[in-house]
């Protein structure tokens, strides 16, 4: 069973997504787990059942004056189970810091939310990327109670941009990753890789071991890419 992560960032008007969600309530999804993640507004129109919702971001404060906030009270009402935190364009663009995003994880714990923490190295960094990812993960995680959570682990200069690692750097990354988490913090947790996921490197991919699913931004605004790496992943090895 893979997680197939479905990051629709901020993308698609109302017209489209009626269309994707159209679509997208056909796929065929039994061997895999599949997570849609759209903007906020979208989140109630989604009604299939072959996938769970996730949300893009929660607030890092429960309830109350914070204007333009959602909060994760608000998002399990709406039967949201499975939130992103501490994707890269928050953390660069929205300035996310460890504190915010220990707050915001530590509101999932709360409310039985399952958090999909997002890490990685940027290209300067690829080199010590252990170095850094170790420092990403204890200063989101520490002195928290930890509860179930995804790791994503997303080199930033991945995203969006066509280039991979190599598998053998996706490998060691991953198993260190799981590695770690058990012997730092005594979980086995779940560990999905994003940047540049498309139809045409599934299958390659699929043939890590450590991978245990998917974030997916870019391939998966286009229905017939998200099925085509569904598809692929759906075939029994
Ligand atoms: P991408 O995005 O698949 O377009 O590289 C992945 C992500 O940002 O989660």
């Known amino acids: 069973m893979k997680l197939i992560i479905s990051n629709l960032k901020m993308n698609l008007t109302l017209e489209e997504i009626k269309s994707y969600i159209q679509q997208l309530n056909e796929i065929k999804?039994?061997?895999?787990?599949?997570?849609?993640?759209?903007?906020?507004?979208?989140?109630?129109?989604?009604n299939g059942k072959n996938y769970s919702?996730?949300?893009?971001?929660?607030?890092?404060?429960?309830?109350?004056a914070f204007t333009g906030e959602v909060s994760i009270e608000q998002l399990t009402s709406l039967g949201i189970h499975y939130v992103i935190i501490g994707h890269s364009e928050r953390r660069t663009h929205l300035k996310e810091d460890s504190d915010l995003i220990r707050k915001k994880l530590s509101l999932c714990f709360?409310?039985?939310?399952?958090?999909i923490l997002c890490i990685g190295?940027?290209?300067?960094?690829?080199?010590?990327?252990?170095?850094?990812?170790?420092?990403?993960?204890?200063?989101?995680?520490?002195?928290?109670?930890?509860?179930d959570i995804i790791l994503a682990y997303e080199p930033v200069w991945s995203i969006g941009t066509g280039f991979i690692p190599t598998r053998e750097e996706i490998k060691n990354t991953l198993?260190?990753?799981?590695?770690?988490?058990?012997?730092?913090?005594?979980?086995?947790?779940?560990?999905?890789?994003?940047?540049s996921v498309n139809?045409?490197?599934?299958?390659?991919?699929?043939?890590?071991e450590e991978i245990d699913g998917y974030l997916i931004g870019g391939a998966s605004l286009k229905i017939e890419e998200l099925k085509r790496i569904i598809e692929v992943l759906e075939v029994e090895k």
């Not at 919702?53 to 109350?64: P, W």
């Not at 420092?135 to 995680?141: F, G, R």
């Not at 139809?199 to 890590?208: D, G, K, V």
Request: glycine letters at 6%.
């Open 29 to 46: 999804c039994q061997r895999n787990k599949l997570i849609v993640c759209p903007s906020y507004p979208y989140l109630s129109y989604f």
């Open 110 to 115: 709360d409310y039985d939310v399952i958090p």
């Open 175 to 195: 198993d260190w990753m799981k590695k770690y988490m058990k012997s730092h913090y005594s979980i086995e947790c779940k560990v999905v890789y994003g940047g």
């Open 53 to 64: 919702l996730g949300s893009q971001n929660v607030a890092s404060e429960k309830m109350g």
């Open 121 to 147: 190295e940027n290209l300067e960094e690829k080199e010590k990327r252990t170095e850094v990812l170790k420092s990403q993960i204890d200063s989101a995680l520490q002195g928290l109670k930890l509860k």
């Open 199 to 208: 139809p045409r490197n599934i299958e390659s991919l699929n043939q890590i």
